[in-house]
């Protein structure tokens, strides 16, 4: 078998209201849709997450496209070694949600043609549904509450917002009110992008325990992982590490530092699904649970990790997904329909997910007339946070 062909469409899917972080904000999602065709007739489907941006993923794909054209589907290994060794991404020590979403297609065209789920073929499951996080866009703390009752109400547990904004008291008094709508028993997680300096972090993190958190994300520099660790035996709260920990050798060496309690990971940011089993492994091994991190996703990567978290024993904490911000999706099941905020893996061949071709021509439109609105990069941000940490 071989592949013969990739194509890739940029999508731009709208959030129901902008997505916005200690830096920066934008207006809905950017992915990269790629059909992998093979000389047996079957298609198999990838999605990048157009990071740092949807031109730069584009000449990716077009970049490693000799490497996989003529290959095997099911040499996986090889068809990585290729890229990364010929095509020296080794070297440039980065990776990029491109390579991701040709490994994604890879996989999904093995389990089409083995006709399994791709659990199946990552370890069978540990368990049949995953959990997911709900995220709370940034409000005025008075009007937090509504978000909070639509996501207790559709069953999620667990409340994640940005917290690093300039002023650190709304900060606290945005978690006091995610507390006074969740209830006791939620778990309330904040994520600071690397806005503070360790002094400030741990002065800040401390005032707002009292709120009880789950877990504190990236409060300092993922690139001082000694400060990292500094601030973690300061803090009550167990600390995530997320910019610090992309890859798995960025894993390895927040694991050597002791920098984290729990760890962020992501197959968009290293090179693919099996990576993103072996990621959890060797946190296994450190006695570290995971959780997988997002850029925001639609249902073809969504169900695609789906189905490793839910072969991986220690995925033990809700994952990050844009299930609050979402307003469509480009697969033909819609909207991934949550449960008690989980997601049940797909009972279909490979990824078990198809395009919807006319969401996918009506978002691909959108990319082409407005994309610029959708992407990461925010000048407004420049200018209200010229430099981090902030303080
Ligand atoms: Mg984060």
Known sequence: ??????????????????????????????AILLEMTTDEGVTGLGEASAYPSADVVMAVLRSIEPFVIGEDPFAV??????????????????????????EMACWDVVGRVCGQPLVNLFGGRVRDRVEFFYYLSRRPPGKMADDVRRGHD??????????GSDDPAEDIERIEAVRDAAGPDARIRVDANEAWSAGEAIRIVRSMERYDLELVEQPVSGRNLTEMAYVRGRIGTPLLANEASWTRYDQLEVIRHGAADVLSVDNQMDSGLLNLKRSAGMCEAAGLP??????????????????VMAATPNFLYANQSYASLLADDVVESGVPQYADGTLAVPEGPG???RL???RV???????????HAFAFSDAAGLASTPVLPKR
């Open 1 to 30: 078998m071989r592949i013969t062909g990739l194509t890739a469409t940029p999508v731009a899917v709208p959030f129901h209201e902008d997505e916005l972080w200690a830096f920066g904000g934008r207006r809905g999602l950017v």
């Open 361 to 371: 021509a009506r978002y691909a439109e959108l990319y082409q007339r407005e994309g």
């Open 154 to 163: 559709g069953g999620f547990r667990t409340f994640y917002l940005k917290v």
């Open 77 to 102: 290994e090889r068809i990585m070694k290729r890229i990364n060794v010929a095509g020296t991404w080794h070297h440039v020590k980065a990776t990029s949600p491109a390579i991701a979403a040709v």
């Open 351 to 353: 990824i078990g997910v």
């Open 356 to 358: 919807d071709t006319e």
């Open 290 to 307: 995971v959780l997988k991190h997002s850029l925001g996703e639609l249902g073809v990567a969504g169900y695609a990790a789906v189905h």
